[in-house]
């Protein structure tokens, strides 16, 4: 079986426990905190920054992987890096040279992510796709949680497991926007292994039980299981 990934994004969690959030959904089993940054500018959202990340790293050993909806996008990227970012990913409309970008990154010890959104052509990654680490194909247009999953993101994975296979390179390949039990098995068909999830998983519960997440992360993996 794949190496299967789950990244809850905390964009969905309760932030008057961010916390306690974490650590349960860490705890449940999930492997990766996806970490949405919006800037009122690049998108119609005002999220989180440097400081939240900063607040949050102590409390994980698990990889935070910083999605940066901003532009420009690489006056903050240090900032994320020194805050405990291990994976930074932008779009490419919101660099002037991707190339140096992905550079940029990688100098503040970082792993290199690109997203595409629902109507950004593939092609931004004809001349980086070595250099990379990580490909966020967006199943939703970028901004607010909570969306439904745009099926024409298929068509899309498929075209850069294509690619990603052909480098025989290491590179996650990575879906954002409406992932749920029902549909993650037919997205891992179509190429993904990593899955953010947001209020599919952060939905399923804002008790104080510990344990509130273990059975949709533990459904979430059966379902990759027969993918």
């Not at 794949?2 to 809850?8: D, F, K, Q």
């Not at 001349?127 to 901004?143: F, Q, T, W, Y």
């Not at 052909?166 to 993904?192: F, S, Y």
């Amino acid at each position: 079986m794949a190496n299967y990934r789950i990244a809850p994004s905390i964009l969905s969690a309760n932030f008057a426990k961010l916390g306690e959030e974490i650590t349960a959904v860490i705890d449940s089993g999930a492997d990766i905190i996806h970490f949405d940054v919006m800037d009122n500018h690049y998108v119609p959202n005002l999220t989180i920054g440097p400081l939240v990340c900063e607040a949050i790293r102590p409390l994980t050993q698990a990889v935070i992987d910083v999605h940066l909806m901003v532009e420009p996008v690489d006056r903050i990227v240090p900032d994320f890096a020194k805050a405990g970012a291990n994976i930074i990913s932008f779009h490419p409309e919101a660099s002037r040279h991707i190339d140096r970008t992905i550079g940029l990154i990688k100098e503040q010890g970082c792993k290199a992510g690109l997203v595409f959104n629902p109507a950004t052509p593939l092609y931004y990654l004809d001349h980086v796709l070595d250099k990379l680490d990580l490909v966020l194909i967006m199943s939703v247009n970028p901004g607010f949680g909570g969306q439904k999953f745009i099926p024409e993101a298929l068509e899309k994975l498929k075209a850069v497991r294509k690619r990603i296979d052909a480098t025989g390179k290491d590179i996650m390949l990575e879906i954002d926007g409406g992932v749920k039990v029902d549909n993650i098995a037919e997205i891992a068909r179509a190429g993904a292994d990593t899955f953010v999830a947001g209020s599919a998983i952060y939905g399923a519960g804002k008790d104080s039980d510990p344990h509130r997440y273990d059975s949709v992360v533990a459904a979430l993996r059966a379902e990759l299981a027969n993918a």
